[in-house]
């Protein structure tokens, strides 16, 4: 991968995870409320839709990087359907109530899992990414898929706006990873 994409996309990534924590947070209050509170909803709705155009953004900038087809593919799998999953969820959720829209999202947020997981095994297995990035990724999906399970189940606001946030901050370390990575060529033997 090259250093500029990753670069750029981990910068993209950190940030588009700094604003889907601070929407999380802002959320949590709103989930279950007999009126949503317009200010609240409104930062929570600012956050929340800049961080789906911040995925986007960097799915597309680490894709762009990279020269193996499949990393490429899954990494814009990754943001593409990150936006549309999430921006189904917001309407299914707050603006058009639908059971339908809920169910979409979420089968959407699978592949787009999928896509993110099939990605972040070739980064680490080819080398395109090296030293604690190397494997970051593919942390950061397991830990999103983890947490998304277990808040889709949730019984509270509390426990649903905290497994949100352990998810957004392992997204978060991964754009770290990548910002004090170095850039592999593809060649890197596997790691032992």
């Known amino acids: 991968m090259n250093a500029a ?6 910068t993209t990534l950190l940030v588009a995870s700094l604003l889907l924590l601070v ?6 209050p709103l989930i279950g409320a007999s009126a949503l509170d317009p200010a609240l909803f409104t930062v929570f709705l600012v956050a929340f839709s800049l961080s789906l155009v911040g995925y986007l953004v960097a799915g597309l900038l680490l894709a762009a990087g990279t020269s193996h087809a499949a990393a ?11 936006l549309v999953a999430q921006g189904l969820f917001l309407f299914g959720a707050y603006f058009t109530p639908s059971d339908a829209l809920l169910l979409t999202s979420t089968v959407l947020s699978v592949v787009q899992l999928l896509g ?16 604690v990035g190397r494997w970051s990724l593919l942390v950061g999906i397991l830990v999103s898929a983890v947490t998304g399970g277990i808040a889709s189940s949730a019984p509270s606001a509390v426990l649903l706006t905290v497994m949100h ?10 754009g770290v990873t990548y910002l004090v990575s170095r850039s592999g ?3 890197a033997a596997r790691a032992r």
């Not at 929407?23 to 949590?28: I, K, N, S, W």
């Open 116 to 131: 993110g997981l099939v990605a972040a095994i070739v980064i680490g297995a080819r080398g395109l990414i090296l030293g």
């Open 165 to 174: 946030s352990i998810s957004a901050i392992g997204l978060a370390l991964v």
């Open 72 to 82: 490429r593919v899954g990494l814009i799998l990754f943001g593409v359907l990150w």
């Open 5 to 10: 994409s990753r670069t750029r996309g981990g």
């Open 185 to 187: 060529n593809g060649t």
């Open 23 to 28: 929407a999380t947070l802002v959320e949590g």
